[in-house]
Structure formats: structure tokens, C-alpha cells
């Protein structure tokens, strides 16, 4: 009975976790559909319909730590979220990746986490050496280091879609920084 009473406490940082969770999926299950173009279109859209929602939970769960640090890392991420899915299309400019906005987003969301009260800093440790990482990723440098920035880029946003789903955060410290 503990344990209901725990996730009853935090319904919203936990259904970002599981929103998360969903992006995650979806996104690596359409890697195997690459070879199937309207199945992989569809995973991703559904993919990128996840992040949009993630960017949006986001966005309310850091509002209270800045309010326009929270709007910036929204607006990065809809960004990304247009780039890749014109990209999917091949609307897209070629120069534009989405990763130029995802890496800004990850720093943002890592530097809110830091400043807040309510989730682990090493999350936002993690979540800043991502968003350094996915800019990296996109130099002729990354090459010779694609699976390390991959692995801290998954294992930084796993490990918070996990401490949300798991723990969620503390409903002390945010309605702390909500009232402020």
C-alpha cells in the first residue's frame, strides 16, 4: 500500500517519466523499420508526437526554477521536433540537424534540474555533458567518438526518464519553488 500511496503523491513527474519512456521506444523501434519507409515515418512522427509532449511536461515541471530558461528549452525542442519530422520528408535544409536544437534542450533541462531542489544534480550534470555531446556529435571530430557520445547521450536522458518513472521528484522542494 506504500507504494500507491508514493506514485499517487507525483502522477505528474511520473507521467513525464513514462511520456519519456514512450519517446524512447518508439524512436528505437523505428530503427527497425528503416527499410520499411511508411512504417518508419509513422514510428517516428509517433516518436517525435512523444517529444513534443516530454518538451511540454517539461517545460511545466521547470517553470517554477525559470520560468524563461523553461520556455527557451520548449521552444529548442519544438524546434527539433519540426527539424526532424521536415526531415522525414525531406523538407528539411540539409544543414539544419536536429541535434543543433536537442543539444541546446538537453543543456537546458540539465542546467534546471541543477538549480532545482527537487531532482538529483547529477541528473542535470548528465543531462548538460548530453546536450555538449549531441553539438559534438555533429563535428567531423565525432566520428572517432560516436559511441561514447551516444552512450552518455541515451544513458544521461535514461537514467532521469528512469528517476522519474521510479522516484519522481520531491513535492516539498518543487511547490518550494512553485510558490517562490
Known amino acids: 500500500m506504500k507504494w500507491i500511496e508514493e506514485l499517487s503523491r507525483d502522477p505528474k513527474a511520473r507521467t513525464t517519466g513514462v511520456v519519456y519512456l514512450s519517446y524512447f521506444l518508439t524512436a528505437v523501434l523505428s530503427q527497425f523499420f528503416v527499410d520499411r519507409p511508411v512504417i518508419y515515418i509513422i514510428a517516428n512522427l509517433i516518436a517525435f508526437a512523444c517529444y513534443i509532449v516530454l518538451a511540454l511536461l ?13 520556455l527557451l528549452a520548449a521552444i529548442f525542442s519544438l524546434a527539433g521536433c519540426v527539424i526532424g519530422v521536415l526531415g522525414l ?5 540539409s544543414f539544419l540537424n536536429p541535434l543543433l536544437f536537442f543539444g541546446p534542450y538537453c543543456i537546458l533541462i540539465g ?25 559534438f556529435f555533429m563535428t567531423p571530430l565525432a566520428s572517432s567518438f560516436m559511441l561514447y557520445i551516444e552512450v552518455l547521450g541515451v544513458l544521461a536522458e535514461a537514467l532521469l526518464m528512469i528517476w522519474l518513472i521510479v522516484k519522481g521528484v520531491n513535492i ?4 518550494k519553488h512553485a510558490t517562490q
Request: hydrophobic fraction near 55%; aromatic fraction near 22%; glycine fraction near 4%.
Open 58 to 70: 517539461f517545460y511545466f515541471m521547470f517553470k517554477p526554477v525559470n520560468r524563461h530558461l523553461s
Open 89 to 93: 520528408f525531406k523538407l528539411a535544409p
Open 111 to 135: 542546467w534546471l534540474i541543477f538549480r532545482s531542489t527537487f531532482l538529483p544534480r547529477i541528473l542535470g550534470v548528465l543531462m548538460i555533458l548530453a546536450g555538449l555531446s549531441w553539438l
Open 172 to 175: 516539498q522542494h518543487w511547490e
